[in-house]
Structures are given as C-alpha cells and as structure tokens.
C-alpha cells in the first residue's frame, strides 16, 4: 500500500525506512541453520533500540521419547563476549499439551529466559523429546531503563515430525542481574542432547520513541 505525505513546513522530515523492505522496525540480525548447533548466538548487536522483537522457525530434532533437553535465552551486556548465566532469570509460563489435553504452568528462577516447548506440560520448562518442529516462535528482549530489569516476553508453538502431538507455550520473565543495555543474546541448549538442526531466525529492532 502507497501512503502518500504533504510536507506543511519546508523544514519537515519525511520518515524514511532504514533498510528496503523494512516494515516499522529495522532488521538487526538474521541467521539460517542448517546443521545440528546446540548454541545460536547473536552479538555485536545496534543501540538505540528499546526492544528487539526475534521471530523465527526451527527444528528440534532427537530420537523419540524422553524430554530430555532444555533450551534457554541468556542475554548479552558486551556484545556477545560473555553471557549471563546466573540464577537471575525468573519465569512464569504456561503450556497446553495437545491431543493429552494437558495444562502446565510454573514459575522458577533459572540460568536463562524459558524458550522451548513442553512436549508433556511440564509448565513450559523448555523441554524436548524427540523431533519437534517449531513453525513459528517469537519472542521480544525489552531494554531495561532506570531501576528496570530487562524483560522478556515469548509465544512458541511446536508439533511432532508425525503431528501426533503438539504444544502451546507463552510465557513472561525478568533478569535481575544487570540494568544495562542489551546487545546480545543466545538461544542455548543447557541439558540434553537433542539439537537445532535447521530454521531461520531473524532479529528486529524498534526504534526508542
């Protein structure tokens, strides 16, 4: 759609995309997966942004049965240098098991913000058995400001390689560990066995108001 835009001062600025194709937020960061990777990092990211919106789809993939690994996001001060990996992640999150009709929910704190679907309802913990295929996941790393932690906001959904059974996830968190910028994180197996073996993930950042 065309939006057309009459300048009323000569000293207006007309808005303008940053990248072509760009749509209300810049794209930062993107990678595509193709072989088995436990960790998925993005560093080095740009300031100025009060929130970055990662939207994606991937695929766990393991033998069947067992939930037996756990992916979390763990966030980045120094551009990916170094992540924090303390007990400072605290979660709530819900999950809907499908077709066992089964409700998890739960609240912890951990060593990164939950990421992965429950194939049981174990209150969307992140685990994962055998193959399962994330078509669509976000999630969105809100910027801290004074005396604000960083926050954390995600909806997954997942299903099995033979779609017998399928999980809902969305969930919200806080990092009290740090209250400055972020301009990194990883996606990153903390047990288990079962890795990201293909997807594409692309980072967006909103512009401060």
Do not use: H
Not at 54 to 63: D, K
Not at 112 to 138: D, K, L, M, V
Not at 140 to 158: D, G, K
Not at 170 to 185: D, E, H, W
């Amino acid at each position: 759609m065309e939006v057309k835009i009459k300048k009323l001062s000569p000293d207006a600025v007309i808005p303008t995309y940053a990248k072509a194709g760009d749509a209300g937020m810049d794209l930062v960061a993107t990678t595509t997966i193709s072989s088995a990777v436990s960790t998925i990092s993005f560093g080095s990211l740009p300031s100025g942004y009060s929130q970055f919106l990662v939207y994606g789809s991937i695929r766990v993939n393991g033998v069947s049965g067992g939930n037996d690994s756990y992916y979390t996001v763990r966030l980045s001060t120094n551009s990916g240098s170094s992540y924090i990996s303390t007990s400072n992640y605290y979660n709530e999150a819900q999950s809907w098991d499908q077709p066992d009709a089964a409700f998890g929910n739960g609240a912890w704190n951990d060593s990164g913000f939950a990421f992965a679907s429950s194939p049981s309802g174990n209150g969307g913990r992140g685990y994962i058995g055998g193959q399962y295929i994330f078509p669509q996941f976000s999630f969105i790393i809100f910027q801290p400001s004074t005396n604000v932690y960083p926050t954390y906001q995600f909806f997954n959904w997942a299903f099995t390689a033979n779609n017998t059974d399928g999980v809902q996830y969305i969930g919200y968190g806080l990092c009290n560990a740090t209250t400055s910028y972020i301009n990194g994180f990883q996606i990153t197996r903390t047990t288990g066995n079962k890795n990201i073996d293909y997807g594409v993930i692309n980072v967006y950042g909103v512009k401060n108001a």
